[in-house]
């Protein structure tokens, strides 16, 4: 009777769970070759030659400028760069995933932003493509990629992945697309420099991710309420409530 009540349970004891990974990082690593790609093509057909399509795309933007568009876009060109980006924007997100009790998923953001950042700065000064004349901001150096694109990208793809949940997603890919035009329209990037910077933020995230992906989930899968709820939960709070209770009775 014991052995058979010991199959049993052993039957029903949970599988170990895996996690796909191979494909997503296959994908991922594509990307960022085709960003290589794309950043050869530039180089070697002139580094300060356009493609046609992006020659146009800013002629009509340039026509378009209002306040009314500059201001939120100056807003996206501050939040993707310069101290916003390096300190402001992943300090909040650290903070706010450390207090949710989440350190697996702060580490990941944390490194995922500076391999991005690193990609980001190679690219730029082997490429070395001068930045649109018609532009209304002062940036670094180097054209392509964008990294506020990238970083974007990044964010929109490490929360998603972190939180599991299709309003992430469909928020980060709202930033991310806004960003993207507030670079053309702001005359900061082409078209392609935007693009190549989406594909490295989403590459570097997925990429980072994989080593990370089994801790993330069990993160994930445990209740995780905000510290402050955490310590109302005392021992003394418990014991008050016992007696509460043992008054009611």
Known sequence: ??????????????????????WWVVSAVGALVLVVLVGAVIFYREANKPFGFEVEWMS???????????????????IGGGIGSTVIVPLVIIGSLLVW??????????????????????????????????????????????????????????????????????????YTLLMMLSRTYLGAHWISDTIGGMLVGVGVAVIVWAPF????????RRPHPPIWVRVARTPTGAAESGDDAGHAR
């Open 213 to 220: 992906a089994f801790r993330l989930y069990r993160e994930r």
């Open 101 to 174: 009790r989440r350190p697996w998923a702060a580490l990941y953001y944390a490194c995922a932003a500076l391999g991005s950042v690193a990609v980001v700065l190679v690219i730029k000064n082997v490429i070395g493509r001068p930045r649109p004349t018609d532009i209304l901001v002062t940036p670094d150096f180097g054209s392509f990629p964008s990294g506020h694109s990238a970083n974007a990208a990044l964010i929109a793809t490490t929360l998603g992945i972190i939180f599991a949940r299709t309003w992430v997603w469909v928020a980060g890919s709202i």
């Open 60 to 78: 009509e933007l340039v026509e378009a400028r209002a306040p009314v568009w500059t201001i939120p876009a100056l807003g996206f060109n501050w």
């Open 1 to 22: 009777m014991d052995e058979k009540i010991s199959e049993i349970a052993s039957s029903d004891a949970p599988r170990p769970v895996r996690i796909a990974r191979l």
